[in-house]
């Protein structure tokens, strides 16, 4: 068996090996690295190493030393000599040994070895890593070589671009040895970033890590892997075997950590199991220790809703906290069993719970829970019942109580109160009335008290736990019911002689009423006329007041006594009032008051020797206004007359059109001047006016005119000149500048005051519209023809004042008719200076004009920006328009 | 009536051919005064037309140089609102 695995596997090798070897001299070299480096992986153990591999076993010596390093057992003693049959014998003892292993060493012979052969000496160690290495790779019967490729290929089928088929072409890339190394040890490379086509790095990737992190000398070279067409396929076996041992020893120990993990866990799950049932354990004893002497316990605290609350927990208890604790003791006996028989199983001692935590000694503690608990609810029942019976007394008294205090509330300051000493004889009869109905409510709430007395007597007896309230509450309403008692008979007194007193002073309030009244009246109508205010023109009427005054005056007389007799009865009144405490009400019969009778009185006195003096004042003043009247209205009756000629002269003026503009205006002119001559007639008769308004005089029979109409006159006399004068200069101006023919002017004219219906010198925009038709103009009654008006509207009323002057007129229908655009002109003139190029400078401008214009022309004109221009050449076609507020764009 | 023109022209250095009278300064309203024969404005612009918004703004409030700057800095396209 172990021979034909030998034909089949190594003798198939040796073969191709033989042939291979001569063709390529490469895998020579490439076989002479890696079996160096795989001899010197197992001799540095044995701390050697070789240099040559031909040359350094010839002694056999190092031959012998890595047989016993490799397979761990003693060879026979190797000799000493330096001869030559000394390094045959010991080279011949390790092909003993390697033959003793059942290996076949065929045309392998100890001279060639000791000869330094390298095909041999190679031939021979491959044979040593078959045997030692390879051989014990044996998965599922299949060869050596086999069992390693398969086990190379499971462990890289998880990685998609490794393809293990062989031990020559895939490996080239390198990936398959990186994908081993992450298989294993997933945390010393990055596997996911490599690619395939970066095989130089994957390999160095590989060998470094492998060497540093699993102590596995770098036996390839990755150039070599790269750059031969085929690597030497012995040597991949060699090193990739090296992996495969190093994996497998990780995997031991890895089996291994798992089996003593397994074990202690096993020790933790029971120590916990242990630790659960103490706890378990320890919380139900205590739990069973805190409730029992509470179920053990038949007191309450004598109240019906600390008695509901212990029914309240009992049940809580019944329903919430103990099922789960019934479920924890049947929890606790099933996990002791458990324990015990985990224990059992698993060769571990028995458990032996703490003091006091036995099982039984949990059954125990339940029993006298339980034993507690029985009658425990029937108690609790019968008690909570015997409390609400003495709680539905308590109740009733309560209620009894409240409607008792509610009744009595104020009633003892309502007895106490000495309202009726404030009061009227009729309100003082309606509290008599009031007061007998309520001594005989008291008389009724008699059995009330003593009911309320007789429930506290009751509670009092059957022991309820609040008797020191319902006592002191008793008592209370005890007390207080005699207090009523003696205040309701004190009232009645008091009531009954106030009545008394009450009806004489409205004896006398009565008779004070009936004379107050006229005389109060009398007093009121004296002074009015006393104090009566007059307006009077003439001394006339002034006599007549005086005379009137003389008769009132002999009536006083009479008025004293009156007066003397009605202050009497008050006096009275006052008195009484004051002897017995009664605060008197106003009088019922009158709103008049003796004080007012009386300063009234006083005032009419005070008020009779005052008229005296003011009607004699007023009889100077009259004789004085009289003469300003006449002063005033002769002077107005000639000043009105004169301003009313003048403003019709002037209006007619500009109405007759057939002298010229130039003749109107000398004739405005003429009238100015008269006009301001006369302004000292004027000023005299503002001075008199000064007079009359200071004497307050408001009428004047003498005249029509008033200051007022004479100034507005005056003033419009003045406008009316100065307008007209204006309006013809400016009429003058636009015919002189627009050449207008005095006739052309004429007609303007006529239908400008055609339209001006008014005479206000004025055209509405009506008017307007209806004058513009008549000369023609096509506006229509559309929205168009809104348009064109509301066009014209904003040239001729620019601040929208909705009215147009005939200056405005004139210039609109002037403007229309006459091709006068200045700033055109402006700009043909300034042309006309340039010699008709489209710009100017400054040396034209100070040479043609006068230096002022010269200088603001060219401080304000802009350079001229055209292509044509020169150096300083400015623009006076936009400073033309600016002139004019336009601009061409 | 309001209608929205569109006038265009080659170059910045071609005047658009009308010329602007009016502005708050003035106290009227902006108007066209009149129109060059020829130029971008010839045919869609005629005298008194009262310009009433340039490109996105109401010329309710501006000045006569404000309606003036507004035009020039409009480059070779220009949007007016006029009431013919």
């Known amino acids: 068996m172990a021979d034909g695995y030998y034909e089949d596997g190594y003798m198939e090798e040796e073969e191709e090996w033989d042939r291979e070897g001569l063709l390529d001299p490469a895998w020579e070299k490439q076989q002479k690295k890696t079996f160096t480096a795989w001899c010197n992986s197992h001799l540095r153990k044995a701390g050697t190493q070789i240099e040559s591999i031909e040359e350094d076993f010839r002694n056999g010596l190092k031959l012998m030393l890595l047989l016993e390093v490799i397979s761990g057992e003693q060879l026979p003693k190797p000799d000493r000599g330096k001869m030559r049959f000394h390094k045959i014998a010991n080279v011949n003892k390790a092909l003993d040994y390697i033959a003793g292993k059942g290996v076949r060493l065929v045309s392998i012979g100890a001279e060639e070895i000791v000869d330094g052969n390298v095909k041999m000496t190679l031939g021979m160690i491959w044979t040593i890593i078959l045997r030692f290495a390879i051989q014990d790779i044996t998965v599922e019967e299949l060869t050596a070589k086999e069992g390693l490729l398969l086990w190379c290929q499971r462990k890289t089928a998880p990685y998609k671009n490794t393809n293990v088929q062989n031990f020559h072409l895939s490996w080239k890339d390198g990936l398959a040895f990186c994908a081993l190394i992450h298989r294993h040890r997933p945390e010393l490379l990055d596997y996911y970033k490599l690619t395939r086509d970066r095989p130089m790095e994957n390999l160095n990737l590989a060998f470094d890590v492998a060497e540093q992190h699993l102590d596995i000398p770098r036996m390839l070279d990755a150039e070599d892997m790269v750059n031969s067409a085929k690597p030497d396929e012995r040597s991949v076996m060699a090193y990739v075997s090296s992996y495969y041992h190093a994996f497998s020893g990780a995997q031991q120990a890895e089996t291994a950590a798992n089996r003593i993990c397994k074990v202690l866990k096993v020790n933790q799950e029971n120590e916990r199991l242990m630790e659960e049932y103490e706890r378990l354990a320890s919380e139900l004893l205590e739990w069973i220790a805190r409730t029992t002497p509470w179920l053990e316990n038949r007191t309450t605290d004598n109240t019906l809703p600390g008695t509901q609350r212990k029914l309240e927990e009992f049940r809580d208890y019944r329903r919430k906290h103990k099922p789960p604790k019934l479920q924890d003791k049947a929890r606790l006996e099933n996990s002791f069993n458990t324990l015990q028989t985990r224990l059992r199983l698993s060769n571990r001692p028995a458990y032996m719970p703490t003091n006091g935590k036995l099982v039984s000694d949990i059954a125990n503690a339940w029993k006298g829970l339980e034993r507690a608990e029985k009658g425990f609810e029937e108690w609790l029942l019968s008690e909570l019942q015997r409390l609400e019976r003495l709680d539905h007394l308590a109740q009733k008294f309560r209620h009894r109580c409240e409607i008792h205090e509610e009744w009595a509330v104020g009633k003892e300051d309502m007895l106490q109160s000495q309202d009726y000493l404030r009061s009227s004889l009729n309100e003082l009869k309606a509290m008599k009335k009031k007061h007998e109905a309520f001594e005989s409510d008291l008389a009724a709430h008699q059995d009330r008290v003593e009911q309320i007395a007789a429930i506290a007597q009751e509670l009092n007896a059957l022991g309820y736990h609040d008797c020191v309230t319902v006592n002191s509450r008793c008592q209370t309403i005890c007390d207080q019911w005699d207090r009523l008692g003696t205040l309701t008979q004190q009232r009645r007194q008091g009531l009954d002689e106030a009545e008394k007193i009450l009806e004489m002073i409205d004896r006398y309030h009565l008779d004070f009423a009936k004379r107050a009244a006229p005389f109060n009246n009398w007093l009121d109508g004296a002074k009015e006329d006393l104090l009566d205010m007059f307006i009077v023109h003439t001394t006339e009427e002034i006599q007549e007041l005086m005379g009137a005054h003389e008769q009132f005056k002999q009536t006083l007389g009479e008025a004293d006594k009156e007066f003397n007799s009605i202050m009497t009865l008050a006096t009275e009144v006052h008195k009484l009032a004051r002897d017995h405490g009664i605060q008197v009400t106003e009088n019922p019969y009158t709103t008049v008051a003796a004080q007012d009778i009386a300063n009234k009185w006083n005032e009419v006195k005070r008020l009779v020797p005052q008229r005296d003096r003011t009607l004699q004042d007023e009889m100077v003043k009259q004789q004085h206004n009289e003469h300003l009247r006449r002063q005033f209205a002769s002077k107005a009756n000639t000043i009105g007359p004169w301003i009313e000629n003048h403003l019709d002269a002037v209006a007619s003026i500009g109405v007759n059109m057939k002298s010229s503009l130039e003749d109107q205006l000398n004739k405005l002119r003429t009238y100015e001047k008269t006009t301001n001559s006369y302004k000292p007639n004027i000023d005299e008769l503002e001075k008199i006016n000064e007079s009359v308004q200071e004497a307050m005089i408001f009428e004047n029979k003498y005249t029509q005119y008033t200051m007022e109409t004479l100034r507005v006159g005056w003033e419009q006399l003045l406008t009316a000149v100065a307008r007209n004068i204006n309006e013809v200069e400016n009429q003058i101006l636009t015919r002189d500048s627009k050449g207008i023919s005095e006739d052309q002017m004429n007609e303007f004219r006529m239908s400008f005051n055609h339209f001006d219906k008014e005479r206000s010198r004025r055209l509405t925009p009506k008017e307007f519209k209806a004058c513009l038709v008549s000369l023609g103009y096509n506006i229509r009654e559309d929205k168009q023809g809104e348009t064109d008006f509301n066009r014209i509207m904003s040239i001729v009323d620019p601040n929208h004042c909705q009215y147009i002057t005939f200056d405005a007129f004139l210039d609109f229908m002037t403007r229309e008719t006459a091709d006068t655009d200045t700033a055109e002109q402006v700009m043909k003139s300034f042309k006309i200076l340039a010699a008709d190029k489209p710009y100017i400078t400054a040396q034209i401008l100070r040479q043609e004009l006068p230096p002022d214009q010269a200088e603001y022309c060219i401080q304000r004109m802009a350079p001229y920006t055209g292509r044509d221009g020169i150096p300083g050449a400015l623009d006076y076609m936009s400073f033309s328009t600016a002139l004019y507020g336009e601009s061409d764009l | ?84």
Request: a neutral charge.
């Open chain 2, 1 to 84: 009536m309001q209608t929205y023109i569109q006038l265009q022209r080659n170059s910045t250095m071609d005047p658009w051919g009308f010329r602007l009278q009016g502005g708050t300064d003035f106290n009227s309203q902006l108007s066209v005064k009149k129109v060059t024969e020829g130029t971008p404005c010839y045919g869609q612009l005629t005298p008194g037309d009262a310009i009433l918004g340039i490109g996105q703004n109401s010329t309710d409030s501006l000045t006569h140089m404000q309606a003036h700057d507004l035009i020039k800095q409009s480059g070779n396209v220009l949007q007016l609102s006029v009431c013919k």
